[in-house]
């Protein structure tokens, strides 16, 4: 088996316990004979960058977590496959810019279909961002949570739109409290 298939075992064991057992475990996880074949393989590992020393335990390091990006894939006509070494991504790299200012929430309805936006997606909010109208927005209107595309009326007045034309524009009536701005989407298209 070569590292691959090892860093495969172990990224299988951390997706199910989001922890490294220890040394004598890790043995059977990864189907060697020796704590000392263990300890190898976590330098091979550790200097490659995928794995890194905490407190005298191994952890992930962002590597750890990072996919291959493959280049670019047609939606129209098949192209020749790219034999450029593919760089490695993390979703977190590609999805969020300032990761201590973003949250997660799921979509719940269908008032934003419109935009590419739908009941189940996962959206990454940036908080504490300057938003100008035409953002799309998670805000609370009058004390209510959703997401809405942030517009300005001819008075002057912000209000949220939807990318629906079965649901109204809201004009709130006392307060609007913007939580963030949609920065990116994410959906599963196969469970």
Not at 51 to 66: E, H, M, N, T, V
Not at 88 to 108: G, M, W
Not at 147 to 156: A, E, H, Q, S, Y
Not at 179 to 189: E, I, T
Request: proline share 6%.
């Amino acid at each position: 088996m070569n590292d691959e298939k090892y860093l495969a075992a172990l990224r299988s064991y951390w997706k199910a316990n989001s922890a490294f057992p220890s040394m004598a475990k890790l043995c059977d996880v990864l189907g060697l004979s020796s704590t000392s074949s263990v300890f190898a393989l976590i330098n091979r590992l550790t200097e490659a960058g995928y794995l890194q020393r905490q407190d005298g335990r191994i952890a992930p390091s962002k590597k750890f977590f990072a996919r291959p990006l493959l280049g670019p894939v047609r939606a129209g006509l098949p192209q020749p496959v790219s034999q450029e070494e593919p760089e490695l991504l993390t979703l977190d790299d590609y999805l969020i810019d300032e990761p201590n200012r973003t949250s997660l929430h799921r979509v719940k309805g269908d008032s934003m279909k419109d935009a590419g936006i739908f009941d189940g997606d996962l959206l990454a909010v940036e908080h504490n961002t300057p938003t100008k109208p035409g953002d799309i927005v998670v805000a609370y209107a009058d004390g209510e949570l959703t997401v809405k595309t942030l517009r300005l009326d001819t008075d002057g007045k912000y209000f949220l739109e939807a990318a629906n034309l079965a649901y109204k524009p809201i004009h709130p009536k006392a307060s609007l409290e913007l939580l963030g701005v949609v920065v990116s989407v994410v959906r599963r298209v196969r469970r």
